[in-house]
């Protein structure tokens, strides 16, 4: 069974700050992997998908890295705003057409 | 593209009372997901259709819940009776394979 672990659960950071958010999965037979940003009490939005053949994906001051092998992802984001403040979750999709979520990890970007 | 579409927004309602939630998918997309969130367990799959056919239900927590799809362009999930434990977020998805794209969820409250 598919597990997804994202470290650290929360994260604190001075505006300006480049930061790196993980994502550990322990199946690497994985057909996608996809980042998502959630605001409190809102839906989740998709920020990046990486499809398993591919090592990233950008978009602006995101940048996600894939690493199937060794069951890893990162998504890093430069020059923090308080804006980005939000929860970040990781999901890989299998074979099954099914995603599995991380717990997520809560930014908080302080001005 | 409206995105995923969901109804209510907001449901409150006593213990024991039947309780609907409505998506509506992306137009085009075959797969569609239900999903709850909590605190204490994060984002938990319910059920899983594709091309209107339940694939997946392991996730129903119990015979309370039922979900359906009579058609492409819409899916319901009811709960009867609810109970308190009940309460949380329901997240309606909806994806062709690939990127998956969530609706703004029912924050259901039971008392």
């Known amino acids: 069974k598919q597990e997804v672990t994202q470290i650290p659960a929360a994260l604190s950071v001075p505006e300006g700050e480049n930061l790196v958010l993980n994502c550990s999965f322990t199946?690497?037979?994985?057909?996608?992997l996809q980042w998502f940003r959630q605001d409190p009490g809102k839906g989740l939005t998709s920020l990046l998908l990486?499809?398993?053949?591919?090592r990233e994906q950008t978009s602006g001051r995101l940048n996600a890295s894939l690493d199937k092998s060794s069951g890893r992802s990162t998504l890093y984001i430069a020059a923090s705003q308080p804006g980005d403040s939000a929860t970040y979750l990781c999901?890989?999709?299998?074979?099954?057409?099914?995603?599995?979520f991380g717990g997520g990890t809560r930014l908080m970007v302080k001005p | 593209d409206a995105g995923v579409i969901q109804s209510p927004r907001h449901e409150v309602t006593e213990m024991g009372q039947e309780v609907t939630l409505r998506c509506k998918p992306i137009?085009?997309?075959?797969?569609l997901f239900w999903y709850r969130q909590t605190m204490m367990r994060g984002l938990e799959l319910l059920i899983y259709?594709?091309?209107?056919?339940?694939?997946?239900d392991s996730g129903m927590p119990e015979d309370r819940f039922s979900a359906k799809m009579p058609n492409a362009s819409f899916s319901t999930l009811k709960i009867q009776p609810s109970e308190p434990r009940d309460s949380a977020v329901y997240f309606c998805a909806s994806d062709r394979g690939n990127e998956q794209y969530f609706g703004p969820g029912t924050r259901l409250t039971v008392t």
């Open positions: 137009s085009g997309h075959n797969s």
């Open positions: 990486i499809q398993s053949s591919q």
């Open positions: 999901a890989v999709r299998n074979a099954g057409n099914m995603l599995t």
């Open positions: 259709f594709n091309n209107n056919v339940p694939i997946d």
């Open positions: 199946d690497s037979a994985i057909y996608n």
